[in-house]
């Protein structure tokens, strides 16, 4: 019998689309995770970013008769998430502002030494995400939290191989900066570096 993440993408959509809902479920896990760290980042609200990989997913089941096969399923529903957290931040900004979960009860979750460094670490790249034009930090997201090649970022974001390097490119150039506002010698060449190659 083989192992859960040996299993094709391929077979578990057949599966799922032939009517097995526990295929679709095992999908599910498999992404769930990189998932929830890009809507987290996109959103910085836990339980809307919960609410988006949600949405995302089920639509992605809802809709996953739609889905050509000739296409990564991975970018395939990143771009269905990606879709799901803009239409939530666009009926977030036109809503009251209301006051924020505060932050001692979402760090009650975890050991507070470990979970104080991480929280602040994810909190500043978050806030930093933010700052960036949307295509720069959606494309960072991708590569980074999703692990998407170059092509797929290009399938996603609907622009060219090109293109979504320039973006990914352009944002951590940026992020750089903001980390590091002394010049630095060789910025591009570091920013290639952290961009990873193009597979």
């Known amino acids: 019998m083989s192992e859960p993440n ?72 990143w771009t269905i998430l990606l879709n799901q957290c803009t239409r939530i931040a666009q009926r977030r900004s036109k809503l009251p502002a209301t006051t924020e979960e505060p932050k001692e009860e979402r760090q009650a979750e975890a050991s507070p030494v470990e979970l104080l460094l991480a929280r602040e670490s994810a909190d500043r790249l978050h806030a930093l995400l933010a700052r960036l034009p949307d295509t720069q930090a959606d494309a960072l997201r991708l590569r980074f939290f999703g692990g998407l090649k170059f092509e797929e970022i290009a399938q996603a974001m609907e622009c060219s191989v090109s293109g979504a390097k320039n973006r990914v490119r352009l944002g ?24 990873g190659d193009s597979r």
């Open 6 to 77: 040996s299993i094709p993408d391929g077979s578990l959509i057949a599966a799922a689309l032939a009517g097995d809902e526990a295929a679709f479920a095992q999908l599910a896990r498999r992404y769930q995770g990189p998932l929830q760290h890009a809507a987290r980042s996109r959103l910085t609200d836990r339980q809307l970013a919960e609410d988006a990989v949600q949405e995302a997913l089920l639509n992605a089941f809802r809709w996953l008769h739609t889905y050509d096969s000739r296409y990564s399923f991975r970018t395939w529903l």
């Open 172 to 195: 951590l150039t940026q992020l750089a900066a903001w980390l590091n506002p002394k010049p630095l010698a060789n910025t591009g060449e570091r920013t290639a570096d952290l961009a």
